[in-house]
C-alpha cells in the first residue's frame, strides 16, 4: 500500500522553526519528484517547494525563498522541509506529495501528483 506520512507541525512563535518530514511506504521514494503544498482555511492548495530524484533541482515559493530549504534522504525514503524565521501567514496544513513524471513548471500544480500524504498542521502564533 502506498503511503506519505508527514509529522513535525505544531505551535510555534513567529521567527520559530520546524522541520517537517515526509516518509514513504510501498514505493520507492528515489524514482518519485517530491513536493511540499500548504493551504490555508478558505486558500487554495498552493506549492511551497520540490525536489527531483537526484536533488538537482529545486524550487521555492516566493514567500518563502531563503526561510525554507527542502532535502531529501532517499536511503530513509523520507523528505524534509526545514522551515525558518517562520511568519503567522504561513500557517497552514502541509502535506506532501509525489510525481512520478518528470521535472517541469508543472511541479507546481498539485493536479501532476499521483500520492499524497494526510497533512500536517502548523501554527505560527504568538
Known amino acids: 500500500q502506498v503511503q506519505l506520512v508527514e509529522s513535525g507541525g505544531g505551535l510555534v512563535q513567529p521567527g520559530g522553526s520546524l522541520r517537517l518530514s515526509c516518509a514513504a511506504s510501498?514505493?520507492?521514494?528515489?524514482?518519485?519528484?517530491i513536493g511540499w503544498f500548504r493551504q490555508a482555511p478558505g486558500k487554495e492548495r498552493e506549492g511551497v517547494s520540490g525536489i527531483t530524484t537526484s536533488d538537482i533541482k529545486t524550487y521555492y515559493a516566493r514567500s518563502v525563498t531563503g526561510r525554507f530549504t527542502i532535502s531529501r534522504d532517499n536511503a530513509k525514503n523520507t523528505v524534509y522541509l526545514q522551515m525558518n524565521s517562520l511568519k503567522p501567514e504561513d500557517t497552514a496544513v502541509y502535506y506532501c506529495?509525489?510525481?512520478?513524471?518528470?521535472?517541469?513548471?508543472?511541479?507546481?500544480?498539485?493536479?501532476?501528483?499521483?500520492?499524497w500524504g494526510q497533512g500536517t498542521q502548523v501554527t505560527v502564533s504568538s
Open positions: 506529495a509525489a510525481h512520478s513524471g518528470t521535472w517541469g513548471p508543472w511541479v507546481t500544480v498539485p493536479g501532476s501528483y499521483d500520492y
Open positions: 510501498g514505493f520507492t521514494m528515489d524514482n518519485y519528484v
